[in-house]
């Protein structure tokens, strides 16, 4: 069975920066599976942010997010990152790892970060 852990999250001010970390157990994880950071703010739908497939050359970001965060990926370590910058208080959400497109049985806690207006 596979797991997923989500670290990284936090408090931060307008403007400051986050790294999120992804990390995958089980003995079915697979280096070549495509994954996506989603996040979902209070009342509204999860969404997908990034995503990356699996060596890493292909990469997929939200308007919203684009320019602002990158998304990376160490497969010997079974590791996903999402590196966050000029964070803005509408980023404040729990923030998942997951493959892309998700499976319903990998949802993990999510981390959660929050960017005060």
């Known amino acids: 069975q596979v797991q997923l852990e989500e670290f990284g999250g936090g408090l931060v001010q307008a403007g400051g920066s986050l790294r999120l970390s992804c990390a995958g157990s089980?003995?079915?994880?697979?280096?070549?599976?495509?994954m996506g950071w989603f996040r979902q703010a209070p009342k509204k739908e999860r969404e997908l942010v990034a995503s990356?497939?699996?060596?890493?050359?292909?990469?997929y970001y939200s308007d919203s997010v684009k320019g602002r965060f990158t998304i990376s990926r160490e497969n010997a370590e079974n590791a996903v990152y999402l590196q966050m910058n000029s964070l803005k208080p509408e980023d404040t959400a729990v923030y998942y790892c997951?493959?892309?497109?998700?499976?319903?049985?990998?949802w993990g806690r999510g981390t959660q970060v929050t960017v005060p207006g």
């Open positions: 997951n493959t892309n497109p998700p499976r319903s049985d990998f």
């Open positions: 089980g003995r079915t994880f697979s280096s070549f599976w495509t």
């Open positions: 990356i497939n699996y060596n890493g050359e292909d990469t």
